[in-house]
């Protein structure tokens, strides 16, 4: 009798706690993005959360915190508990850049910060004024060369992946350029086309709209290998210019005290949606480059990009604006 009490005691309790754990275990998860809704990284993240949420058996949300260079994104995920419920998707701008941009940042992201996985690259392409006389940048810089005032060059602002790819040219050619900054790319671009200014870096997906219809030319990617939505535009270092190589990723990052186990699972997740045929898809659509990798491969990249970026910005005395 005692032992018939027991089991129906504990069958009892376990109805009660079933519940509960089930709950908990459905507690939405948040991507914490430092920008704006509608912008590139906004995004990225929409596409991947969806997804993400059903590898991890929870919905995934996602949170916009635009504001202070991306510092208030990183100062919420810093602030909430290192259980993997929080995860802050980075650009190369906010995770390796601002760093060394500014005097005084709120976070140190390598030593604040755990690396989860990389989930997008987006390379720089540059792009021209259609009516240029230049077909290539090879020509571009040739004929730079020749004018008797420098060629204006936008950018999305003084420090970011655009003007930072355009030092890069500056520093590899000795060709000097104007460098005009907006606030931001929409109008970068649309002074390109409009002949304001001669050209601009920007991510493939901001500018593949304006390639396709002929009022922008794609001159040179600024990577390694082409863009597999730019086929025929070679690489600056094919056409013999050297070290302009600018990939603007995306990557995901958790508090830096996140168990071991926290972060493997995520990890894993985030492998799964990559791999996810549909999520691919909608990413390639939109001009970025769909990519996981491990923890030790992001923390590498950061690592690498925090140096070279910062060298660069130091070398030319870069103040934010």
């Known amino acids: 009798m005692k032992k018939r ?4 005691a504990l069958a009892a309790s376990m109805l009660m706690t079933t519940p509960v754990l089930a709950q908990k275990s459905q507690a939405p998860a948040r991507i914490v993005v430092s920008f704006s809704a509608g912008g590139p990284v906004d995004m990225v993240a929409r596409i991947v959360a969806e997804q993400l949420g059903k590898e991890l058996n929870r919905p ?14 990183a100062q919420d995920v810093l602030r909430s508990p290192a259980d993997g419920s929080t995860i802050w998707i980075s650009s190369v701008g906010t995770a390796a850049i601002n760093p060394s941009l500014f005097e005084t940042i709120p976070y140190n992201t390598q030593r604040d910060f755990r690396p989860v996985s990389l989930i997008a690259n987006n390379v720089e392409v540059f792009v021209v004024n259609a009516n240029l006389p230049a077909r290539n940048a090879a020509e571009f810089v040739e004929q730079s060369r020749k004018e008797r005032t420098p060629p204006a060059i936008a950018s999305s602002g003084v420090g970011g992946i655009p003007h930072l790819a355009m030092l890069q040219l500056k520093q590899s050619t000795g060709v000097d350029f104007l460098h005009v900054p907006y606030r931001g790319m929409a109008q970068a671009i649309t002074d ?6 001669s ?3 920007a991510d493939v997906a901001a500018v593949l709209p304006q390639i396709e219809a002929g ?8 990577a390694a290998q082409r863009h597999p939505a730019l086929p025929d535009v070679p690489t600056f270092e094919e056409q013999g210019i050297a070290a302009v190589d600018s990939n603007n990723w995306y990557g995901l990052f958790v508090p830096a005290q996140t168990p071991d186990n ?7 997740a985030v492998r799964k949606t990559m791999e996810n045929d549909a999520v691919k898809d909608r990413l390639v659509r939109a001009g970025t480059q769909p ?11 950061l690592d690498a990009d925090t140096e070279k970026w910062g060298a660069l910005i130091k070398a030319n005395n870069i103040k934010p604006e």
């Open 60 to 73: 995934v949300i996602v949170d916009n915190k635009p504001g202070a260079s991306g510092f208030l994104g």
């Open 192 to 197: 390109v086309v409009g002949g304001q200014v």
């Open 262 to 268: 926290v972060v493997a699972r995520l990890n894993a």
């Open 291 to 301: 990519q996981a990798s491990t923890e030790v491969e992001l923390k590498r990249m």
């Open 5 to 8: 009490t027991f089991l129906c």
């Open 215 to 222: 009022r922008l030319r794609a001159v040179g990617i600024a």
């Open 199 to 201: 050209g601009v870096f």
